[in-house]
């Protein structure tokens, strides 16, 4: 069952939290340099089990040409891990330790199922990007861990998306949201597309290949704006049709007047910010969100919803007369079959 890294993996960077959730930044990164050595080093429950993972995605990946996919989603309870195979690297996540975890085990472990990895994938230790979960103290939506600045290319459906595999807690492309990312592209032709909480621009690039008339991407980063921009550049998406607005969601949300025929609102959890006034609590404000992005619908027009808070309960009530449709079933990948709450989904619409 061995499999090396695809050449030409495409690639996204997933939360188990799903997308851009801030409540956790990351820690140290980079492979640790004693990962080295053959032999699974005592991990030979988690690399049976990355083994089996592999062979029962093989046929689903070699179908749909995918390129970068999870392999392992903290199956076993002593690896916490969740692991993500993308073109050429691996990207490892770290579940927050629980105190009650002798962190020498923990750590053991770890080189451990690092070590299981490279035999298994066939990957050098420098291709191999480890992330830890740790509380975040309040502060900003995306953690940064790292200054490499190191941006690689790879595909998904078609497309070419920029991944950062070392700097960042997520790399970039969010792989649970690829069907999310194809349900767009379906909706988007002729219409006005509309990019809220956009982060890397993905689903604006998606929706330009659907054959949107005009895509308009707005986040507050301008990091995460620039990385849209050349995301869509990649794809030869340029030009007056194709506008970046850097902004505070609900306060360009007052003041723009343009209606568009599909929007995809897909905010963090939680988040602060310097020019965020308060903060954002997705359980707590999302009918307000929800009302004040559909109030920008054209007539027929639809909005996707999405987040990533694994106790999520839409208020469909409150939100009377949209129409709601929770489509959460029909967005999450084979890949992530384990974790049915990585995020939720809904299709909403005016009566």
């Known amino acids: ?30 492979a640790p340099a004693d990962a080295a050595g053959s032999g699974v080093g005592g991990a030979e429950d988690f690399a049976n089990r990355v083994r089996k993972n592999l062979k029962k995605l093989k046929k689903w990946v070699e179908k749909e040409n995918i390129t970068c996919y999870r392999i392992y989603d903290a199956d076993l309870p002593d690896y916490a891990l969740a692991v993500d195979l993308y073109e050429g690297f691996v990207h490892v996540r770290e579940h927050e ?41 309040g502060g900003t939506q995306y953690g940064k861990l790292g200054e490499t600045r190191e941006m690689r290319t790879v595909r998904e459906g078609g497309l070419k998306f920029l991944v950062n595999p070392g700097d960042y807690f997520d790399t970039g492309l969010f792989l649970d949201h690829r069907p999310t990312r194809e349900l767009l592209r379906s909706l988007a032709r002729g219409v006005k597309f509309l990019n809220l909480f956009a982060y890397t621009g993905t689903a604006s690039v998606y929706a330009a290949a659907g054959g949107a008339a005009t895509t308009t991407t707005v986040d507050l980063s301008s990091t995460y704006l620039d990385w849209a921009r050349r995301n869509m550049e990649l794809n030869r998406y340029s030009g007056p049709r194709h506008r ?22 897909d905010p963090p959890t939680f988040s602060t910010s310097k020019s965020m006034a308060g903060t954002l609590d997705i359980q707590r404000d999302h009918v307000h969100l929800v009302r004040s992005a559909a109030s920008l619908l054209d007539r027929g027009g639809v909005l996707v919803f999405s987040n990533n808070f694994k106790k999520f309960k839409m208020d469909v009530e409150a939100l009377a007369p949209l129409q709601v449709e929770d489509v959460t ?4 990948p084979p890949d992530f079959a384990r974790n049915l709450r990585v995020h939720h989904t809904f299709l909403i619409r005016e009566s």
Not at 100 to 121: F, Q, S
């Open 329 to 332: 079933t029909r967005t999450i």
């Open 1 to 30: 069952g061995a499999l090396e890294a695809p050449a030409d993996a495409a690639g996204s960077g997933v939360g188990d939290q799903g997308s851009h959730s801030p409540d956790h930044a990351g820690g140290a990164l980079g």
């Open 97 to 137: 330790r629980p105190e009650t975890v002798d962190p020498l085990k923990a750590e053991k472990r770890l080189h451990g199922a690092i070590a299981a990895l490279r035999e298994i994938l066939g990957v050098g230790a420098e291709q191999v990007f480890v992330k830890h979960r740790r509380r975040a103290r």
């Open 244 to 265: 970046f607005v850097e902004a505070d969601v609900l306060a360009w949300l007052r003041k723009e007047r343009t209606k568009y025929g599909l929007i995809f609102l």
